[in-house]
């Protein structure tokens, strides 16, 4: 099955700075890459998502880019904000389900 | 829309004891899934379910069951509840298999 690797597990910016989570994934037939954001006690929300047919797509300060050859996509976050400050989720897409990297714990200091 | 709700919030159980978790989307998605969510380990799929009337195992699936009996609810029960089933479970649905899923808030669960 798929197996999706997260990088770093946490990670501390100053604000204003960028920050940059990566991911890897195993099955090439994957064609669907969502990246979630959780806060503290709340539910994970969809952030922004990208499909195997586009190489990057943007969202006011936050970016995915895919590389499908490497089989790897990263998100980047601009400007950052202390209310960025979460966990972040990457996701690679299967048949019948999305199979989940295990978070990255971003802290935005002011 | 309501989106994905679950039940209860919160719950306290005793070694050995029974409870059942209520799932509930009006979205009229055909996929359901269950995780559950432990410090360090991300979300561990339990089971889901690709429509009505169907089940399937998922990543830890041990301990647990599974109904959907109703497009629209998906329920996960603990027949004996155990110390090592303490953690915030999470609902989702989504349209298709590999497309967006949607989160319910959550249930914390403690096993005593």
């Known amino acids: 099955g798929e197996n999706v690797e997260q990088h770093p597990s946490t990670l501390s910016v100053q604000e204003g700075d960028s920050a940059v989570i990566k991911c890897t994934y195993s099955?090439?037939?994957?064609?669907?890459f969502p990246w979630y954001k959780q806060e503290l006690g709340k539910r994970p929300q969809l952030i922004i998502d990208?499909?195997?047919?586009?190489g990057e797509k943007k969202d006011q300060r936050i970016a995915v880019t895919l590389n499908k050859t490497a089989k790897h996509f990263s998100l980047h976050i601009t400007e950052t904000q202390p209310e960025d400050s979460a966990v972040y989720f990457c996701?690679?897409?299967?048949?019948?389900?999305?199979?989940f990297g295990k978070g990255t714990k971003l802290s935005v200091i002011p | 829309n309501a989106g994905v709700t679950q039940t209860p919030k919160f719950r306290v159980l005793k070694t050995g004891q029974s409870m059942t978790l209520l799932c509930a989307q009006d979205?009229?998605?055909?996929?359901m899934y269950w995780y559950r969510q432990d410090p360090g380990m991300g979300l561990r799929l339990i089971h889901y379910?690709?429509?009505?009337?169907?089940?399937a195992k998922g990543e830890v699936p041990d301990g647990y069951n599974v109904s959907r009996l109703k497009k629209q609810n998906f329920l996960l029960g603990l027949e004996s509840a155990a110390p090592s089933q303490t953690s915030v479970y999470f609902c989702?649905?989504?349209?298709?298999?590999?497309?967006?899923?949607?989160f319910g808030p959550g249930t914390r669960l403690t096993v005593l």
């Open positions: 989702a649905s989504s349209v298709d298999g590999g497309d967006t899923q949607y």
């Open positions: 996701a690679a897409s299967g048949s019948y389900q999305l199979t």
């Open positions: 990208i499909r195997s047919n586009v």
């Open positions: 099955d090439s037939a994957s064609n669907y």
């Open positions: 979205m009229n998605h055909e996929y």
């Open positions: 379910s690709v429509g009505e009337g169907t089940t």
